[in-house]
């Protein structure tokens, strides 16, 4: 029987981004500590009688935790993790901390069994890393909320490369409002800022004071929670942005076929929460029919 593994009484805080993350598990490798939670600053619960550590960040030993698990599963094992990450799951840090935990003490990834080196090993697998060997075991307890978790975040962020309206706003520049249940923000600025090209738009996640802001050649994301002078004052609206919508709108019912109206089919694929920032499915009484 495998032994139960030991806690340290502990709780690891850090500054909520993905490199103050790092920087705790590479913390609790460092002080030989086994933190049974870690969570963004402000956000842990303590378990009666537990301690809690603040770990700041350091972008160095964030890297170093990085360049180990791609070494170690490969780079799709980090990507899990980074989609991980970006989820609403309060448990996301521990969650992430005892994936890599699992994957760099265990050799997770290998397949010893049926490598067809392994009867000339010398006990250091030179074989190119494959993230197949440890994502794959998603029933696994250190593994399936990572699937689980990463698996959610890549579908939200399809609903939002499906679902985001852009309006268009004086002095060139178009808008676009978003309700995720995930922080996709950073994960879709890649795909619209090749579509607009030099366009300048901003993406405004408003479940998490995010601003993706792309200004024709770079993009860059404003924490519009945690900086109180980041406030997003907008130009108002184009003369013919109204005039787009009603028409968006009335074409959107036009090609409908009325005799495959299917409500519950178009509520699977298209979430009601999406709704309110989608310009076909408002409703505007002084429109005709």
Same mark, same amino acid.
């Given at each position: ?58 972008? +160095? ?25 970006? +989820? ?8 992430? !901390? ?15 069994? +049926? ?34 978790? @990463? ?9 939002? %490369? ?5 309006? @268009? ?12 249940? @995930? +922080? ?39 924490? %519009? ?30 090609? @409908?076929?009325?005799?495959? !109206? ?28």
């Amino acid at each position: 029987m495998s032994q139960p593994e030991l806690y340290d009484d502990l709780a690891y805080s850090y500054d909520g981004s993905l490199e103050g993350l790092l920087s705790a598990i590479f913390a609790a490798y460092e002080r030989h500590e086994h933190p049974r939670d870690i969570a963004p600053e402000g956000q842990v619960q303590l378990r009666l009688g537990q301690q809690l550590s603040f770990i700041p960040t350091d972008r +160095s030993h964030a890297l170093r935790v990085q360049r180990g698990l791609c070494g170690r599963c490969g780079e799709g094992a980090f990507n899990a993790l980074k989609y991980a990450f970006l +989820s609403d799951e309060p448990q996301a840090g521990t969650f992430i !901390y005892e994936f890599v935990r699992y994957a760099m003490d265990s050799r997770a990834h290998s397949e010893c069994s +049926s490598c067809s080196h392994k009867n000339h090993c010398s006990g250091i697998c030179t074989r190119r890393p494959s993230a197949h060997g440890i994502m794959s075991q998603i029933t696994h307890p250190k593994v399936e909320p990572i699937f689980r978790l @990463a698996r959610a975040v890549d579908n939200e962020r399809h609903h939002m %490369l499906q679902f985001l309206r852009f309006e @268009a706003l004086e002095g060139n520049l178009w808008y676009a409002r978003c309700n995720p249940k @995930a +922080s996709v923000v950073p994960l879709i600025m890649d795909h619209f800022s090749g579509r607009f090209n030099t366009q300048s738009f901003i993406i405004h996640d408003e479940v998490h004071q995010m601003a993706g802001v792309y200004s024709g050649k770079d993009w860059y994301l404003v924490d %519009l929670g945690r900086d109180s002078q980041s406030e997003l004052n907008l130009p108002p609206k184009t003369a013919m942005e109204d005039l787009m919508a009603k028409s968006w709108r009335r074409f959107y019912r036009k090609v @409908a076929v009325e005799s495959r !109206y299917n409500p519950e089919l178009r509520r699977q694929f298209m979430p009601v929460r999406l709704w309110k920032n989608l310009t076909e499915m408002q409703v505007d009484l002084t429109e005709s029919f």
